[in-house]
């Protein structure tokens, strides 16, 4: 079972529209509405391919009850930890030609109660999970250090761990030892502590961040694909995207293919870019099934340390 843990979900409103022009009034095309949250959409797309799986959140007020709702068709079980204030909305402005501005809100104030009702619920079910992913923003109220404090939790019952999250809880979270980050590029220059212009930059970083005690590191690079760092080698993975919808959860998605791979390394790769590349053509942040993913499509090479960055967004 893999156990996924969003300290800040949130219910995700995605509106097409044809272009956006700062100060102007848009007609929207479509509105979408998905549960959302990092860790939300691992679980969503590990339930789309049959994995056991279980999406443990804070919920509050009618967003957070929505969420739940919405997972339930999805059959995707949830762990509600109750919070007083709702559960935050974040708005995506998706163009015709799929570009994407996203606007997320902080999220609700938790208490120090809620808090540790949330490190509870982890613990309870670390113990029976093979990996447990923690990611996304903290809301106010939770120490920077949480995701960190849940690696190690999960580590001593035993599962592996996976952090996809920014700033200073991602540099945090590393020194907890997970087993697995998957920082997008300018996540991984915000540990770099500078930015980063080629695929050697990407290596460099990826191996400083392994030697400081982190299992494999696994970057997303949006439209440039993916690099993998593990203890037994390093790879570069590009898919092809025909036609880009919402990049939302790309990244999320991306993670639940590399989870639900069964070989580790180049295979685990080679699924990893086949969700991300799938999850692109789908609306809003909806997440891929099993047959809208193409791992033959990907193809997966040694990294070119002289392939430049530039066009991807840090
Ligand atoms: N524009 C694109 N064209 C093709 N593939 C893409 C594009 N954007 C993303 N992808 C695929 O999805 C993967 C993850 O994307 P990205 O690097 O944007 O993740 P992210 O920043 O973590 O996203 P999010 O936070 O929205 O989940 C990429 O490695 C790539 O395989
Ligand atoms: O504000 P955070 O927690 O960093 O990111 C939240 C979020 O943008 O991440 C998901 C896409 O990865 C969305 O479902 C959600 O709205």
Not at 247 to 255: E, K, N, P, Q, Y
Request: aromatic fraction near 2%.
């Amino acid at each position: 079972m893999i156990v996924t843990v969003t300290p800040n979900p949130s219910l995700d409103r995605t509106v097409q529209i044809d272009r956006l022009t700062a100060g102007s009034v848009h007609r929207a095309r479509r509105v979408h509405l998905d549960p959302g949250g990092k860790g939300v959409n691992v679980a969503r797309a590990l339930a789309a391919a049959g994995v056991p799986t279980l999406a443990l959140l804070p919920s509050g007020g009618p967003e957070g009850a929505r969420i739940a709702e919405l997972l339930a068709p999805e059959a995707v079980p949830v762990v509600e930890v109750p919070v007083s204030a709702p559960t935050r909305s974040n708005l995506a402005v998706v163009e015709s030609d799929g570009t994407t501005s996203k606007f997320n809100e902080p999220g609700p104030e938790l208490t120090a109660a809620e808090v540790a009702a949330l490190e509870s619920a982890v613990a309870d079910r670390a113990g029976r999970a093979g990996w447990l992913v923690t990611s996304g923003s903290l809301p106010e109220g939770c120490p920077e250090d949480l995701h960190a404090r849940i690696v190690r939790a999960a580590r001593a019952a035993g599962a592996g761990v996976a952090v996809d999250t920014s700033g200073r809880p991602l540099e945090l979270a590393c020194r907890a030892a997970p087993d697995l980050v998957k920082p997008n590029l300018a996540e991984l220059a915000g540990l770099a502590g500078g930015p980063l212009r080629d695929l050697g930059d990407v290596l460099d970083v990826a191996h400083r961040v392994r030697a400081d005690g982190v299992g494999a590191v696994l970057v997303s690079l949006g439209r440039l694909g993916a690099v993998l760092v593990d203890g037994t080698g390093s790879w570069y993975a590009t898919g092809v995207a025909t036609e880009v919808r919402s990049t939302v959860g790309a990244g999320d998605a991306m993670l639940a293919g590399f989870l639900r791979a069964s070989d580790p390394g180049e295979a685990a790769l080679r699924s990893a870019v086949a969700y991300g590349t799938a999850a692109v053509r789908l609306a809003g942040s909806r997440m891929p099934g099993p047959d809208d993913v193409h791992p033959q499509r990907v193809r997966v090479d040694a990294v070119d340390r002289t392939v430049s960055l530039s066009g991807v967004a840090a």
